[in-house]
C-alpha cells in the first residue's frame, strides 16, 4: 500500500505565498507520476498541476500557470508544491495523488486516473 500525507497548509492573505509538501511511503511505483488536485467547499475536485517521475514534464492548469511551480525529490519521496500571488478563489483542500506513469493531458487531469490520495491539507486565502 501507498500512503500519502499532505502538509504546509494554512491561513495567508492574498498576494502571499505557501509550499505544501507531500510525503509518500509504503510501496510505491517504481516511476510514477504525482498530481495536485484541490476541492473548494460545494465544487467538484479540480485539478492543479501533474509532474512525471523524472521531472521534466509538467502539466499546470491554467488557473494557477505562472503562480504555482511544482517539483520533486525522489530520493525524499517527496512532492512539493509553491504556491505563489495566492488569491481567494485559490482557497480550497489541497490534495496529492500519484499513479503509474505520466499519461495523456486529459488522463492527468482527471482524477479516477489516480490509484492513490492523500487526506488533504486546507489552503484558505484571506482577500
Known amino acids: 500500500q501507498v500512503q500519502l500525507v499532505e502538509s504546509g497548509g494554512g491561513l495567508v492573505q492574498a498576494g502571499d505565498s505557501l509550499r505544501l509538501s507531500c510525503a509518500a511511503s509504503?510501496?510505491?511505483?517504481?516511476?510514477?507520476?504525482m498530481g495536485w488536485f484541490r476541492q473548494a467547499p460545494g465544487k467538484d475536485r479540480e485539478f492543479v498541476v501533474a509532474?512525471?517521475?523524472?521531472?521534466?514534464?509538467?502539466l499546470y492548469s491554467d488557473s494557477v500557470k505562472g503562480r504555482f511551480t511544482i517539483s520533486r525529490d525522489n530520493a525524499k519521496k517527496t512532492v512539493f508544491l509553491q504556491m505563489n500571488s495566492l488569491k481567494p478563489e485559490d482557497t480550497a483542500v489541497y490534495y496529492c495523488?500519484?499513479?503509474?506513469?505520466?499519461?495523456?493531458?486529459?488522463?492527468?487531469?482527471?482524477?479516477?486516473?489516480?490509484?492513490?490520495w492523500g487526506k488533504g491539507t486546507q489552503v484558505t486565502v484571506s482577500s
Open positions: 495523488a500519484m499513479r503509474s506513469g505520466w499519461g495523456t493531458f486529459s488522463e492527468l487531469r482527471r482524477p479516477y486516473e489516480y490509484d492513490y
Open positions: 509504503g510501496r510505491t511505483y517504481s516511476s510514477n507520476a
Open positions: 509532474i512525471d517521475w523524472n521531472d521534466v514534464m509538467t
